[in-house]
């Protein structure tokens, strides 16, 4: 009898071995890794957020990192806004150009002072002067990621209206000198000018 349990217990420990054994054994599956969706590019959602605002896209002078867009107003007024993602920086760019060149204005420091001026009373962005003495006005943003839906709305409806309150002033000031270019060259010039961060 004692030898019977002798080799019973051995045979019990290896047969309730056996299958914790045979678990160790296989191979484990490593976690599921779920990546995240990827992110949508910044002209497309950019083009989203101009579409919820009633905006176009030209799509001829749009890039990847470029999207240039018309707002047109209530009177039929049209402003030409240019979106750029500077990759680099880290910045997205709203500028708006057409409001004249200094070249031949004779009366510069009027503009200059105007354009101070104004710069302490509007709410976002910044009038200025590029090296061409094209008179642009400009809204930076860190990260284009970082801008929600109804906070890009609020920029560019916003620009949009400091636009069209402020233009015809700053266009009256360089005309005053008598020098400036007419309307039309002044927009051909301006408009197509892609702008620099």
Do not use: C
């Not at 150009?97 to 031949?104: A, C, D, E, P, V």
């Not at 266009?171 to 408009?191: H, L, Q, V, W, Y």
């Amino acid at each position: 009898m004692n030898n019977r349990l002798l080799i019973t217990a051995p045979l019990a420990l290896a047969l309730a071995a056996g299958p914790a054994a045979a678990q160790q054994a296989e191979p484990q599956t490593p976690p599921r890794v779920t990546r995240p969706s990827p992110r949508p590019a910044f002209a497309e959602v950019t083009r989203r957020n101009l579409q919820r605002i009633g905006a176009t896209v030209d799509e001829g002078k749009s890039t990847a990192d470029m999207v240039v867009s018309v707002y047109v107003d209530d009177k039929g007024a049209k402003t030409t806004v240019v979106i750029i993602n500077d990759r680099g920086k880290n910045l997205l760019g709203f500028y708006i150009y057409n409001f004249g060149n200094l070249k031949r204005a004779a009366k510069r420091e009027d503009v200059y002072k105007y354009l101070l001026s104004a710069n302490d009373a509007i709410t976002i962005g910044s009038f200025f002067v590029d090296g061409d003495e094209d008179i642009g006005y400009k809204y930076l943003v860190n990260g284009w990621q970082s801008l929600s839906q109804s906070s890009f709305e609020s920029v560019y409806l916003t620009m949009i209206a400091v636009t069209r309150d402020r233009r015809p002033e700053i266009r009256e000031i360089i005309a005053a000198s008598g020098k400036d270019e007419s309307a039309s060259e002044a927009k051909k010039t301006s408009e197509e000018k892609p702008p620099e961060l």
